[in-house]
């Protein structure tokens, strides 16, 4: 149940593992090896914070890192904890070579579209492909520290060049597909890179749609460019002016051996990527080689329990950070299921759960977004299909209601780690996520990522239990950006997270740490409702109305009054609609009277930005009369004009 101090108080236990599942786990043969066997989780986490030197060499030898560690672990500086502390000062690794370690024989990839299809390279095979796309892109002239971007799809080919870019020691960056020239540009424009490389097509709800023509134009606005590599056959067009057009079936010179990995030191930069920008100039995020790599094998291997063999199907794009930690899974032995098409496609919503079955995958990857969809169209996997391989479904990009836990575990599999997880673009990773050892509970995150000093903190910046406040992070963490890419980088990034207090962590969730341990996550800081000043996370609305009978999607924003503001509720609705007085009274009842809306409106559709999260910030730009730019951030960015002010219609009727 909701509670009336606007919190969420549900503890209610909806999945425990086994005892002879919990014993198998990564996680506790990591703690016994560490001298933690019999130990409370907390006790784990309580030592990968305080000693973050033996923590972090743990993991390395845990995880088996190729590489040379280096004499130390864990540098900090007493000045500037946070920002000027450093991991593994004088280690040397390549990212590509410990995410293609695996047996020859043992398979890597499985790419698979939205007709079923199906294709399997192995490791050995994969290596190959990464050893063609290293030596093509030497042969245009990258090097260590060039900027290698992507405009493709969530294939093998996309993810070859990934890692052939990872092993020269350039830097890989990627848009999606759907990404329009504007969105690209605006993020691409930014890190100047040497070479892109350009899919002709893709594949999205039954339609094969063309990207050639508008990656040549990308590629003529970008000055630096040298060359644009396109995937597959040569295409019947010129390129841009001054720019070297090539296609990589021209080059069956390039020899099928593996590639040769440069190794580098830890903080070596590996990704740009890119927050949504849907409020400004998206920010570019440089992460580090080492700090990536250790961050997310600790969260595939002891948080998401990822063993040699299992199979992770993550749906997401290139763009998406989900796509740079999902294919991190290939450092555990795990082979990952690439998926190119619409989640739920036209006609066929179900077909991501029968993939599922059909492809033996053991983790899957998804959206609050996506299992409310499922719940609304009626699909019911448990009905039809054995699951039998899949152990935990993990969930990011927003917070997961108590209905999503109620769906998974009734309608896909009563048997399954629903593992909500949450962190960001920023981090590359999760500050709270799931535990192979512990229960679900519904409407909770498990545990706080391990190594990482994750507090509440109230409005006099002290750590709270049970109370909703401002998530940071007290310590330093492998996995923090290198710098924003541009000048002025380094000072753009403290100001972003390390404004608000110095050398503490301020990430721009509301949260609240539950007594059990566990974590809800109820919006964003710069989204919080504050009603009278009290304030009020966007979740704790969504978690009860989109349980309604009638409603198929909602949005909430705080509208600025004099000395104020007012809840403004959005709903779109289905045939039978909704009655906004029973909007009301539930919402009275099941958070509290603060809760309840100023204005309930409707409207045809809600704003998601390529990711699938919701857009409020820029529904409230479109009602107070703003502009909001970089709609080609925006999934639907044609909804947004029924948020204007003139055509906004009250739920009862009146305007």
Sequence with gaps: MHGKDNTLTTSRIVWTPDEERAAASNLKRFMELNGFGGAPYETLHRWSVARPDEFWSALWTFAEIIGEPGTVSFVRDRERPMTGSRFFPDASLNLAENLLRGDADAPAVVEVDETGETSTLTYGELRREVGRAQRILRDLGVEPGDRVAGIVPNNAAALAYTLGALSIGAIWTSCAPEFGTAGVLDRFGQVDPSVLVLAPDYLYNGRRHDLLAKGLDIAGSLPGLGHVLVLGAAPDVSGPAGVGLHATDERADAGDEPPHFVRLPFDHPAFIVYTSG????????????????????????????????????????????????????????????????????????????????????????????????????????????????????????????DDNFTWVYDRAKSDVQLASISGGTEILGCFVLGNPMAPVRSGEI?????????????????????????LVCTEPFPSMPLTFWGEGGDERYRQAYFDVQPEVWHHGDLAQVQTSGGMVISG??????????????????????????????????????ADDMEIWLFLVTGETGVNPDDVRAVLRREASPRHVPARILTVEDIPYNLAGKKVEGAALKTVTGQDVKNRDSLRNPGCLDGFRLDKLVDLQGAS
């Excluded at 966007?538 to 949005?555: H, K, N």
Aim: glycine share 12%.
């Design 278 to 401: 849907t409020t400004g100039l998206p920010k570019s995020i440089v992460h580090r080689a080492g700090g990536i790599l250790v961050n997310l094998l600790k969260e595939h291997l002891l948080h998401s329990d990822v063993h040699q063999g299992d199979r992770m199907m993550y749906f997401t794009n290139t763009a998406w950070m989900m796509y740079h930690w999902s294919i991190a899974a290939l450092g555990c032995g795990a082979s990952v299921v690439l998926y190119d098409g619409a989640a739920i496609p036209r006609d066929d919503p179900g077909l991501l759960w029968r993939l599922i079955d059909d492809l033996d995958v053991t983790h899957f990857g998804t959206s609050p977004k996506y299992l409310s969809m499922m719940d609304q169209l009626g699909v019911e996997p448990a009905s039809t299909l054995t699951l039998e391989h899949l152990r935990v479904i993990l969930s990011a990009g927003a917070p997961l209601t």
């Design 446 to 470: 498990q545990v706080l990522g391990l190594g990482l000093a994750v507090n509440v903190l109230d409005d006099r910046r002290a750590p709270v239990v049970g109370q909703p406040g401002d």
């Design 524 to 561: 964003r800081t710069d989204t919080t409702l504050k009603p009278g000043g009290v304030r009020i996370g966007t979740s704790e609305i969504y978690r009860v109305v989109e349980g309604l009978p009638g409603v198929t999607d909602s949005l909430v924003i705080g509208y600025p009054t």
